[in-house]
């Protein structure tokens, strides 16, 4: 079991973390080799200086210029200070509203903190409960200062009721204003902007088949029945998944063309060759720039005639057609109304915007997104169950003490005042962060399964599964295991009436993992995330690798986003351990 010294092994460790890595992502973002993954908009906006064009060869890869590294944290009191107008034009509305999250943790837990310190901390240090229980329990030091050193029907408890209560109600004061001022700065975003095809556009999805009407005419004579006074236009859905495809492959041919040129162009004397076989291995070599310039003839060629092929083939279309109306209005009746008797066919949605439609799931069947959703479903709480493996594993590492009066064998090796001291301080949530590395990758892939037709709307998904996962595994699990862990001597040495009372006082010790998951998670992780040290590294091996032309160089530097279906479940988790874990009303287990 962590003590105070643990968390401390834990808190410094984590600290010197954070710092290391914002010292290097101080310095690895002045360097100019570094600047398309730090800096990519600057590149995207033309306003970037190209490495290339600087007259020294070190300065294209280290940035020679000492003064900039007088201000090497400078950064921070600027990234501090900017005005939230600026940041919506320069990252987006989400970033914002992402970063006032981090915000609303400090209005909220700051104040709560202080109140906890002055009040509740000394009712239970001086509350001696855990002292009388030191035969049938485990604990620390630390331990003294939660909710489980009070007696049953102490009179102390007033305390813990009267902050819960003052808790909450300054939790829902914070959370209604923080929610009434993103709701008017939504309003004021959208009104700023353009309008958009996609606010007059509405997703239909099975469109039933009519033997008399192709679908589209049969789309446009629904919508002309049901919606005359505001309908506009629509466009079908074809499936030219064949034609994707060939135009994919002409952009292939032609990054090569580009490149060859390039290099004819660098070295005039010499035209550049290639072979004819499979990426330039085998075959007849023959000149390059011809080789390209034909292939990608070729290819334009078939593209037309697939195009026509797929306009003029009915089997070709798809029973899905993105509505347009000349309101907003009339597009939101639509969107938000049942089109038919039949609730399986004429489903209507808000149209996502074009880079926002996840094409692939368009054309599902509606029986079969049911089903789809019912099987993930079902192998998402078998993947929540079977995760407990690995929970239990990490809480056995948090709890050595209880695993020392089973296996007293272990005892010489797990009393090493440093090896205990990483043990319990700093190795648990660390082993917990790793096996939560993969988790949102299989989540997105199970929710792009269940059929979703946005990008965004996957990403939700994919955030509440984690989010739910993390409240069953993280969350429950690592209590109800750490728990087992922790008083797995006690359980087997008493009466087992008394066995709901041993949970109840030892689940509020379980605080002492989940501070020291969240200086791995909250503190050094975030700050690792700053570092970026995955883009980085990753560009660079492109940089290496596959980069042919300047198109290549725009792909690998792609800035991609924050990973909100991730970020966001773990930030809830932060919330909901803190106003748990600070209030401490796990009080019905305790009888």
């Known amino acids: 079991?962590?003590?105070?010294?643990?968390?401390?092994?834990?808190?410094?460790?984590?600290?010197?973390?954070?710092?290391?890595?914002?010292?290097?992502?101080?310095?690895?973002?002045?360097?100019?080799?570094?600047?398309?993954?730090?800096?990519?908009?600057?590149?995207?906006?033309?306003?970037?200086?190209?490495?290339?064009?600087?007259?020294?060869?070190?300065?294209?890869?280290?940035?020679?210029?000492?003064?900039?590294?007088?201000?090497?944290?400078?950064?921070?009191?600027?990234?501090?200070?900017?005005?939230?107008?600026?940041?919506?034009?320069?990252?987006?509305?989400?970033?914002?509203?992402?970063?006032?999250?981090?915000?609303?943790?400090?209005?909220?837990?700051?104040?709560?903190?202080?109140?906890?310190?002055a009040i509740l901390i000394p009712v239970n240090a001086t509350g001696g409960t855990l002292v009388n229980l030191k035969k049938e329990l485990?604990?620390?030091?630390?331990?003294?200062?939660?909710?489980?050193?009070?007696?049953?029907?102490?009179?102390?408890?007033?305390?813990?009721?009267?902050?819960?209560?003052?808790?909450?109600?300054?939790?829902?004061?914070?959370?209604?204003?923080?929610?009434?001022?993103?709701?008017?700065?939504?309003?004021?975003?959208?009104?700023s902007q353009r309008r958009r095809a996609d606010q007059f556009t509405v997703l239909v999805r099975n469109v039933p088949p009519d033997t008399d009407e192709t679908i589209s005419e049969h789309v446009d004579h629904f919508f002309r029945v049901n919606h005359p006074d505001h309908y506009l236009t629509h466009?079908?859905?074809?499936?030219?998944?064949?034609?994707?495809?060939?135009?994919?492959?002409?952009?292939?041919?032609?990054?090569?063309?580009?490149?060859?040129?390039?290099?004819?162009?660098?070295?005039?004397?010499?035209?550049?060759?290639?072979?004819?076989?499979?990426?330039?291995?085998?075959?007849?070599?023959?000149?390059?720039?011809?080789?390209?310039?034909?292939?990608?003839?070729?290819?334009?060629?078939?593209?037309?005639?697939?195009?026509?092929?797929?306009?003029?083939?009915?089997?070709?279309?798809?029973?899905?057609?993105?509505?347009?109306?000349?309101?907003?209005?009339?597009?939101?009746?639509?969107?938000?109304?049942?089109?038919?008797?039949?609730?399986?066919?004429?489903?209507?949605?808000?149209?996502?915007?074009?880079?926002d439609v996840y094409w692939s799931n368009l054309a599902i069947p509606f029986v079969a997104i049911a089903i789809r959703k019912l099987v993930m479903g079902v192998t998402l709480f078998f993947l929540v169950f079977f995760f407990m493996i690995p929970i239990a594993a990490v809480q056995s590492l948090a709890n050595l003490d209880g695993i020392e009066k089973v296996a007293p064998f272990l005892k010489s090796i797990i009393e090493v005042k440093i090896i205990k001291s990483f043990l319990q301080g700093f190795l648990p949530g660390l082993a917990l962060k790793i096996f939560l590395i993969i988790l949102p990758t299989i989540l997105m892939i199970m929710s792009k399964i269940e059929g979703y037709a946005a990008t965004s709307i996957l990403e939700r998904r994919a955030a509440a599964k984690y989010?739910?996962?993390?409240?069953?595994?993280?969350?429950l699990g690592s209590i109800?295991?750490?728990?087992?862990?922790?008083?797995?001597?006690?359980?087997?040495?008493?009466?087992?009436?008394?066995?709901?009372?041993?949970?109840?006082?030892?689940?509020?010790m379980k605080a002492t993992f989940f501070i020291t998951y969240i200086m791995v998670d909250g503190w050094a992780g975030i700050a690792g995330e700053i570092l970026r040290l995955k883009p980085l590294i990753i560009f660079h091996l492109k940089n290496m690798f596959l980069v042919k032309t300047e198109k290549d160089r725009e792909n690998a530097m792609d800035p991609g986003s924050v990973g909100f279906p991730e970020a966001l479940p773990q930030l809830q988790l932060y919330f909901l351990l803190g106003l748990v874990l600070s209030m401490c009303i796990i009080r019905s287990m305790r009888v």
Not at 31 to 55: D, E
Not at 467 to 475: K, T
């Open 1 to 117: 079991m962590a003590t105070l010294g643990d968390i401390a092994v834990s808190g410094v460790i984590n600290v010197l973390s954070a710092f290391v890595f914002l010292l290097a992502f101080a310095f690895l973002r002045l360097q100019p080799i570094n600047s398309r993954v730090y800096f990519p908009k600057w590149y995207l906006n033309g306003t970037g200086q190209n490495p290339k064009n600087l007259r020294s060869t070190i300065s294209k890869f280290v940035n020679l210029n000492h003064r900039t590294y007088s201000q090497l944290l400078s950064w921070m009191p600027e990234a501090l200070r900017m005005p939230e107008s600026e940041l919506i034009n320069h990252a987006g509305l989400d970033s914002v509203v992402y970063l006032r999250i981090y915000l609303v943790g400090l209005k909220i837990f700051v104040p709560l903190a202080v109140l906890a310190c």
């Open 138 to 191: 485990v604990f620390s030091d630390i331990d003294k200062l939660s909710i489980s050193n009070v007696q049953s029907g102490s009179q102390r408890f007033w305390a813990h009721l009267l902050m819960a209560y003052v808790f909450s109600a300054w939790t829902c004061f914070v959370l209604y204003t923080e929610y009434d001022k993103i709701a008017s700065m939504r309003l004021h975003f959208l009104a």
């Open 235 to 355: 466009q079908v859905v074809y499936n030219a998944n064949k034609l994707a495809k060939l135009v994919k492959k002409k952009e292939k041919l032609k990054n090569w063309l580009d490149y060859y040129q390039i290099k004819y162009s660098r070295h005039p004397e010499k035209r550049p060759t290639t072979k004819e076989g499979f990426l330039g291995l085998w075959g007849e070599r023959v000149d390059a720039i011809d080789f390209y310039t034909a292939e990608i003839d070729t290819l334009v060629q078939k593209i037309a005639e697939e195009r026509e092929r797929v306009l003029k083939d009915p089997e070709a279309i798809m029973p899905v057609a993105f509505v347009s109306f000349n309101t907003r209005w009339g597009a939101a009746v639509c969107a938000q109304t049942q089109q038919s008797k039949n609730p399986t066919i004429w489903l209507t949605e808000w149209a996502p915007e074009p880079r």
């Open 467 to 475: 989010y739910y996962f993390m409240l069953v595994n993280v969350f």
């Open 480 to 508: 109800i295991t750490g728990t087992a862990f922790q008083q797995l001597h006690a359980f087997l040495h008493q009466s087992p009436t008394q066995i709901p009372k041993t949970i109840g006082v030892s689940i509020p």
